[in-house]
């Protein structure tokens, strides 16, 4: 598989990025395209489930068993503590990690809804 096999390892990264990055920001980018919160909601839902219970992230699962069959190392940590927390010198086993990820999880998309929720009340105030 070779170089295929790591070129398609770094682009399920780049899907896996792209939809924690997704999931931290829809529901702000749902204040100017309504209709990405039938995409946010549920991925938002999943990706919540899998943190929470401890599971292994599919897309994680899928890289890491396509680095193999190329040849290359695996990873330890999951995607988030290998591509974002380690780098920045913070361990994803920290207390203080988890709790910072939660957060910046969570504040967007509770600005972003409160934002959404305000917006609709004030629609049907003025009906």
Do not use: K
């Not at 990025?17 to 309504?34: E, H």
């Not at 990405?36 to 549920?42: A, T």
């Not at 990873?75 to 503590?81: L, P, S, T, V």
């Not at 780098?87 to 959404?116: C, D, H, K, M, R």
């Amino acid at each position: 598989m070779g170089d295929w096999g790591v070129l398609l390892a770094d682009a399920v990264a780049v899907l896996h990025a792209t939809a924690v990055l997704f999931m931290l920001t829809g529901s702000l980018l749902a204040l100017r395209w309504p209709q990405v919160l039938w995409l946010h909601v549920p991925l938002s839902l999943a990706i919540l489930g899998i943190y929470l219970t401890g599971s292994d992230c599919p897309l994680t699962t899928w890289e890491l068993a396509l680095r193999e069959r190329a040849g290359e190392p695996g990873y330890g940590g999951g995607f988030i503590g290998h591509y974002i927390t380690e780098p920045l010198g913070f361990p994803i086993e920290a207390t203080s990690t988890q709790v910072g990820i939660y957060v910046v999880a969570f504040l967007p998309n509770l600005v972003g809804y409160a934002l959404l929720a305000a917006r609709a009340q004030r629609a049907r105030a003025a009906v």
